[in-house]
């Protein structure tokens, strides 16, 4: 049971690059989410996905897509990077009708710079 | 919206000694209540969490009490480990939209422990 995990770790893009970061949870959970997290900001959420085929925006949407093509995964798009998207980016899950909706599990995050 | 203020730090203490971090917070209804840990280079892990007035969330030595009236759900332990060095973030979500809205974080607080 690898809880949630994200690829890649660390990643360094030019600027008007793209890139997609994955999310995968094994804990059948209904509810995913992807956070952004800057000094001294706290974590903000970027879109959040109540299940399969559903996506929503959060509070810092600007810039990202997300899509939810299979349960366990949640992908989030760069169409094309700036420097303000340097970030850790952190992707969690929750067990919406499954379990406990209101409890995050959160991945080991990937740090992305934008040069 | 809702809103979350918690002591930024960083917070310096030496090991045994007792720890209080506080934390309050804007919701409307009845939020659940929680605290993360993150530890250096790693993702936010649960530290406890309470989902009623009153409540008493523990895990670690760590304790806190989901005080109603204060708006306030303050993080607690009687001795510090230098192991306990790490950010710890405060965070609410309401249970309005049924655990599918995102987690709503503090800025977090840096503690350090001293030998």
Redesign the interface.
């Known amino acids: 049971n690898a809880g949630v995990t994200q690829t890649p770790k660390f990643r360094v893009l030019k600027t008007g690059q793209s890139m997609t970061l994955l999310c995968a949870q094994d804990m059948n959970h209904e509810?995913m989410?992807w956070?952004r997290q800057d000094p001294?900001?706290?974590?903000?959420?970027i879109h959040?996905s109540?299940g399969e085929g559903t996506t929503?925006k959060?509070?810092v949407p600007d810039g990202y897509n997300v899509s939810r093509l299979k349960k366990q995964n949640f992908l989030l798009g760069l169409e094309s990077a700036a420097p303000s998207q340097t970030s850790v980016y952190?992707c969690?899950s929750?067990?919406?009708t499954s379990g406990?909706?209101?409890?995050?599990?959160?991945?080991?995050?990937t740090r992305l710079t934008v040069l | 919206g809702n809103s979350v203020t918690q002591m930024e730090g960083p917070v310096t203490l030496s090991e045994e000694a007792f720890l209080t971090i506080n934390c309050t917070y804007t919701a409307t209804g009845y939020p659940s209540l929680f605290w993360y840990v993150q530890y250096p280079g790693e993702g936010l892990q649960l530290l406890l969490k309470a989902t009623k007035a009153d409540d008493k969330g523990s895990n670690k030595g760590f304790e806190a009490t989901y005080r109603k009236e204060t708006t306030s759900f303050h993080l607690e332990k009687g001795s510090v480990q230098v192991s306990d060095s790490a950010v710890y973030f405060c965070a609410l979500i309401g249970r309005s939209g049924g655990g599918a809205d995102g987690l709503t974080f503090g800025k977090g607080t840096h503690l350090i422990i001293q030998p």
Do not use: D, H, K, N
């Not at chain 1, 001294?40 to 959420?45: D, E, Q, T, V």
């Not at chain 1, 406990?100 to 080991?108: D, E, H």
């Open positions: 509810y989410y956070y001294g900001m706290g974590l903000r959420l959040y109540v929503a959060g509070e952190f969690a929750s067990g919406g406990s909706p209101y409890t995050q599990y959160f991945g080991p995050g």
